[in-house]
């Protein structure tokens, strides 16, 4: 398949949307990034990229983060971290306090925040260091040494994650955490101050469409462990706009408040889109509507 006129769609589709939403301004670093940003990248499971507008300009991961720290702890500890994180949708806002005190502190997934500092806790665990495990994988698969954490967004979250650290305690006060709070949140934002491209994540995300295997050819997931995580990415990967995401776009995706969403077309390749500004739940408005054309135009979902 020729990707150029798809991407070329979908750039027009998101066009007349750039500048609209709100950037993450209340992580201040964030706040200066420029509204009218956006590049989009396809890379396919044999590591064939095509690209369209600023998709090599490196931005805030954010969430999309946390699939990969999820995939790294399912690949080094195994099903376990399913008895301390669930995998259904929450319905609430990411940062929501709310379920943990009904359910006894077990977070509804791991794609909210309270579910992704379970999951950085276990991965600290296993690796002794959670941000720079996470880092490492992404510059190894994206293929680019210069792929790293960005000090000055991981300070801004740090300073400013009065809604994580309650989370984090919380948890804490279930016994649903192995190492201290503080060392927990530091490696939760330092993978999601990674600063990676629509390239590179594309890249990256490229073994959930080879179904668990790596660049390299190693396996890192069972093919059933794959398709797992994929279902998981569907119905909870786009915060509490799963539904509406999956109707429009049909893909199991990932966003993050940094503007990017990274969705999987298995046995194809993956597809990252950047734009800063969001929708109310947290999502591109402009990379909404991207991915959608992108789909309708090329036939590519799982449905």
Known sequence: MRFEPHLAEALAAARPLLGTGRVADYIPALAAVDPLAFGMAVATVDGEVHGVGEHERPFSIQSISKLF???L?????????WE????????SPFNSLVQLETENGIPRNPFIN????????????LTGDAGTAVADFLRTEAGNPLLDTDPQVAVSEAGHGH?????????????NLENPVATVLENYYAHCAIAASCRD??????????HGVLADGTRLLTRSGAKRVNAVLLTCGTYDAAGQFAYRVGLPGKSGVGGGILTIVPGHGALCVWS???DPAGNSVAGVAALDAFTT??????F
């Open 69 to 71: 720290s999820l995939v």
């Open 73 to 81: 702890t399912l690949a080094l500890g195994g099903d376990g971290i």
């Open 84 to 91: 301390r994180v669930g995998r259904e949708p929450s319905g």
């Open 114 to 125: 309270a579910g992704a500092i379970v999951v950085t806790d276990r991965l600290h665990s």
């Open 163 to 175: 809604r994580n650290s309650a989370l984090a305690h919380f948890l804490a006060s279930y016994g």
């Open 201 to 210: 994540l594309a890249l990256a995300g490229c073994f959930l469409a080879r």
């Open 276 to 278: 800063p500004g969001l």
């Open 297 to 302: 135009s090329t036939g590519l979902s799982v």
